[in-house]
């Protein structure tokens, strides 16, 4: 009961977008798993997808965008049609739904945080810790470019990769607070300046700038293709690595295959000034080949469930669940058992980090509307 003259807390409302192939399973025991934590979530799903354009046409009209705007998080499952498709036409879900949502919501951070679990086998490097701050909405992926003569001999195609001084400068910050916050040492920017020589000085100089007002963190710089290198044969010299749009998803795309697989990995695509809802979603993608059988492995979803707990102002929530993802990803018979069984895994090892009176919590229903 509460008190007299005191208020409970509103729930957390998120929206919810379970999307293609194995998303809405992994989405599934991932509010299970916030479930356990006791966490009060009051959420609302979205059909939106490759399945859901196929059906209504719909990528992401401006009344779905209005509403989305409303919550306060996103969690996503996976999006995309089965590859080799021609059903849906190429880049129309990238650009218009996930890339959509990045520029229209200011998603301008994507956070991607590896860690190797203990006793992981090859190619997964040991000693490999590390976050990733990729700059989200700039860059080549921000649309800058155009066709002439297409189909012809003649044919003209330019790509060009947007830079402005506000992106990178509050991109680049972000990855010295969240440096200072956690007590990490260096902070490295990545990119190719000796080639890049606009964009590259552009985000040079902004980080030398920057670094001066955090004396206490070293300021180191890699080429793009060193730091592949480093990132695979030393990885401890890695603490937070800042970089822009198109570097970042590949840089964490090979992070992710040397710390246990693509399938572990979580991400956050925040607005850090909170002028909309920030989203979360696993960096797999939509694996249709295995959905429906029961065996997809929900960890990087779990995990990034834990960090959309930690932006929502839930750090101790944040911390227990991201701890059972770290425990359970370190028994490597139990991610051949299935998404029920790893989904279990987790929530029985929060309730029991929260003591017995939550055990047993959320593990034995499917959370749907309000959670907690």
Same mark, same amino acid.
């Given at each position: 009961m509460t008190q007299?003259g005191t208020?409970?807390?509103r729930?957390?409302?998120?929206a ?7 998303g809405?399973?992994?989405t ?20 939106l ?19 989305l705007?409303?919550?306060d998080?996103?969690?996503?499952g996976?999006?995309?049609p089965?590859i ?17 949502? /990045?520029?229209? *919501?200011?998603l301008?951070? @994507?956070?991607?945080? =590896? %860690?190797?679990? #203990?006793? +992981?086998?090859?190619? !997964? ?10 700059e ?9 470019g155009?066709v ?24 680049i910050r ?11 040492? /260096?902070?490295t *920017?990545?990119?190719?300046t @000796?080639?890049?020589? =606009? %964009?590259?000085d #552009?985000? +040079?100089?902004?980080f !030398? ?16 293709d ?6 695979v ?6 603490g ?5 749009n ?23 695509n ?12 696993p960096?797999?993608?939509?694996a249709?080949?295995i ?6 492995n ?18 101790e929530?944040?911390a227990?669940?991201?701890?059972a ?7 490597h018979?139990?991610?051949?058992s299935?998404?029920?069984a790893?989904?279990?895994?987790v929530?029985e ?12 919590h ?9 959670i907690?």
């Open positions: 007299l208020t409970q807390p729930p957390h409302r998120v919810l977008i379970g999307g293609d192939g194995i809405p399973e992994v599934d025991q991932a509010l299970r798993a916030v479930q356990s934590t006791g966490v009060e979530l009051e959420t609302e799903s979205f059909e997808g490759a399945a859901a354009y196929l059906t209504s046409g719909e990528v992401l009209s401006d009344q779905t965008l209005a509403r705007r409303d919550f998080a996103i969690l996503l996976a999006i995309g089965p080799g498709s021609q059903e849906v036409p190429a880049g129309l879900l990238e650009r218009g739904l996930l890339l959509r949502l /990045r520029f229209e *919501l200011d301008y951070v @994507n956070l991607r945080p =590896f %860690a190797t679990p #203990l006793g +992981a086998p090859a190619p !997964a490097r040991a000693g490999l810790d590390l976050v990733v701050v990729r989200n909405t700039e860059g080549p992926y921000a649309g800058e155009g002439l003569r297409r189909g012809t001999a003649a044919e003209i195609a330019t790509q060009g990769s947007v830079n402005t001084y506000m992106g990178v400068e509050r991109c972000f990855a010295f607070e969240l440096a200072q916050r956690r007590s990490i040492s /260096r902070v *920017l990545v990119h190719k @000796n080639v890049l020589t =606009f %964009a590259g #552009l985000w +040079a100089r902004t !030398a700038a920057l670094a001066a007002s955090y004396p206490g963190i070293e300021a180191d710089y890699l080429h793009v060193a730091a592949c290198i480093h990132l044969e030393h990885p401890e010299r890695f937070v690595i800042v970089t822009d198109l570097f970042g998803d590949i840089l964490t795309d090979l992070a992710g295959a040397l710390s246990g697989g693509i399938g572990l990995a979580a991400s956050a925040l607005n850090p000034a909170r002028t909309g809802p920030s989203l979360f979603e960096v797999h993608g939509a249709h080949d959905a429906g059988t029961g065996t997809a929900p960890l990087a979803a779990i995990r990034s469930a834990a960090m959309m707990l930690e932006h929502l102002g839930e750090p929530a944040a227990r669940l991201e701890a993802v770290t425990e359970v990803s370190g028994m018979s139990l991610s051949q299935g998404t029920a790893i989904g279990d895994a929530v090892l929060v309730a029991k980090a929260a003591g017995p009176e939550h055990s047993g959320g593990s034995d229903s499917t959370p749907q509307g309000r907690g």
